[in-house]
């Protein structure tokens, strides 16, 4: 019996920058909404790379959803790039954001492990041990005062990660539409455009997209209840350049 509920191509511990095709049809809404089981959850963000500094034995309490934010993390402290390490999100968001247990997957790197083996015993000591994940500051100059009110938080950080989607913006997949949830506004609008611009698009779409923001938080939340149609429609896509960088990093984790 397989396990592992990830997609193959991650289950050895590797992201690799995406190649999608666009599509102009969105999945038509089902007549029940299902929750999604928490293996397909963590399949989802399996996609999403997260770098981390290492710290003592551990890591520090910042995970960031951008390399170039982690590199500007480690120059603050007096640290240089090559401190910078890599993970995916399943690795660390039920674990350690939502300090929630680990379920079966791969094995962490060895500074996630130390993290939580670091809030075992907090609930007894009264100790508060709090990992950040950290929106890249693309996603937050995305975000407009209306938009940062409305977002949903998570984690006992009590933060908020923005995620953008566009209306009528979808990505062929082996199993039909799937409907991308971007971690910044400006991968979402520059996918929308050339969707707008391609033979798929064939000037039916508006110059101008629809974009919505919602929260990581929000979507988990909504997976597990199953409050949503084609829940399993959505997938979370990070931009290449992250994506390449964590595929060079990623392997040095478990070093």
């Not at 990830?6 to 999945?27: C, I, K, M, N, Y």
């Not at 015993?121 to 209306?146: C, F, H, I, K, Q």
């Not at 409050?227 to 350049?241: I, Q, T």
Request: proline residues 9%; neutral net charge.
């Amino acid at each position: 019996m397989d396990d592992d509920p990830r997609p193959a191509p991650f289950r050895d511990g590797r992201l690799r920058p995406r190649r999608h095709q666009l599509v102009s049809e969105t999945p038509r809404p089902g007549r029940i909404s299902v929750p999604l089981a928490r293996g397909y959850i963590q399949a989802k963000l399996n996609t999403v790379p997260v770098f981390y500094l290492p710290d003592a034995g551990g890591i520090r309490r910042d995970l960031y959803l951008s390399y170039d934010d982690a590199v500007a993390a480690a120059f603050s402290s007096g640290g240089k790039p090559t401190d910078v390490r890599a993970t995916t999100l399943d690795q660390v968001y039920y674990p350690l954001i939502l300090r929630r247990g680990r379920m079966r997957m791969a094995p962490p790197p060895p500074g996630i492990t130390a993290a939580e083996a670091s809030l075992v015993g907090d609930a007894v000591e009264g100790a508060r041990e709090v990992y950040r994940l950290v929106p890249s500051a693309a996603a937050v100059a995305g975000l407009s005062a209306a938009d940062a009110k409305d977002i949903d938080v998570g984690g006992v950080d009590g933060s908020g990660v923005p995620v953008f989607s566009a209306e009528r913006l979808a990505f062929a997949g082996p199993e039909g539409p799937q409907l991308p949830l971007f971690f910044n506004e400006q991968d979402c609008a520059e996918t929308y455009q050339r969707l707008r611009l391609s033979p798929r698009g064939n000037g039916r779409l508006p110059e101008k997209p629809v974009i919505r923001v919602s929260s990581l938080f929000d979507q988990v939340k909504s997976m597990e209840r199953g409050d949503k149609p084609v829940l399993n429609s959505y997938a979370f896509y990070s931009n290449n350049y992250d994506l390449i960088h964590a595929q060079d990093l990623i392997g040095n984790a478990f070093q």
